[in-house]
């Protein structure tokens, strides 16, 4: 048994993290809006020799977290997904629903992109600025995700503001972590990855 219950993994993949938070947890849940990756992850799982109760999946419409369960989390997480969902309300409306899959006492951890400033080349050698959506902005018009239009969030003075759209939910004791990517020297991505935790009471 793991020190924990329940977990859950918003935009799971292949299912390659779930994987590796059996232990600490008895069971981890797993969302995306892909078909694919849902199937994928059920391969991928079994290869791994996962017990088949240890885990759950669900696909979701990508406009929030509605899954139908009858119990809470102790934890939720999402990595490498939500810096690619460039309307705010659409976030606000995945964390809110999050929020209410949590126990009292739950946290969560959600990543982003941070501390890069967007460039493309343009065809004669030049640099130009890329339309990336900044926190607050609600961009429907894109065509797709990944990276399709991700959300710039280039310093810790948007913290505050962001600090403030979780304790609108209801999150509490929310905290800041910058850590280095795995790909610093691209200056066309995040050259930083940013976890911001944050707890349910």
């Not at 793991?2 to 059996?22: H, N, P, T, V, W």
């Not at 999402?78 to 929020?99: E, G, M, P």
């Not at 810790?156 to 503001?161: C, E, G, L, S």
């Amino acid at each position: 048994s793991g020190a924990y219950e329940k977990c859950l993994d918003f935009g799971c993949g292949m299912g390659r993290l779930m994987a590796q938070m059996l232990p600490p947890f008895d069971m981890v849940v797993g969302v995306d809006i892909s078909e694919n990756n849902i199937r994928h992850a059920k391969k991928y799982l079994s290869e791994e020799d996962i017990d088949d109760n240890k885990y759950d999946l669900f696909e979701v419409s990508g406009v929030g977290c509605d899954i139908d369960v009858d119990y809470k989390f102790d934890f939720a997480y999402s990595t490498i997904c939500l810096q690619h969902i460039c309307v705010h309300d659409t976030r606000q409306n995945i964390f809110k629903d999050i929020y209410d899959l949590l126990k009292g006492g739950g946290q969560a951890c959600f990543q982003m992109g941070t501390g890069y400033l967007p460039k493309i080349g343009g065809g004669d050698g030049s640099v130009a600025f890329q339309g990336d959506a900044t926190w607050k902005d609600n961009h429907y018009d894109v065509a797709g995700t990944n990276s399709e239009r991700d959300v710039f969030i280039p310093s810790a003075q948007d913290f505050p503001m962001i600090e403030e759209d979780f304790n609108e939910i209801g999150y509490e004791d929310v905290v800041f972590d910058i850590k280095e990517s795995p790909h610093p020297e691209n200056e066309h991505y995040h050259s930083s990855w940013l976890f911001i935790h944050c707890s349910k009471y």
